[in-house]
């Protein structure tokens, strides 16, 4: 499945190292919805945690 250019943005952050509220601030969302969107992605990708999402997309190149 792919991820939305929103997600992808999320996951990127992530993997640069930001936390959710920093992600939150930079998107003009809240934490709160960071979270249930890295669910998502999680979901998306058949990940069973975050930092398995982040090796995944940058294995398929979803991310750099």
Same mark, same amino acid.
């Given at each position: ?7 992808? /943005? ?5 993997? /640069? $190292? /930001? ?5 939150? /601030? ?8 960071? $979270? ?29």
């Amino acid at each position: 499945m792919a991820l939305t250019p929103r997600q992808r /943005d999320i996951l990127q952050a992530v993997a /640069d $190292g /930001d936390t959710h509220a920093e992600i939150a /601030d930079a998107l003009f969302m809240t934490p709160t919805a960071v $979270g249930s969107t890295l669910t998502y992605i999680r979901t998306k990708l058949r990940a069973t945690n975050t930092p398995n999402a982040v090796a995944t997309a940058l294995r398929k190149r979803i991310i750099t």
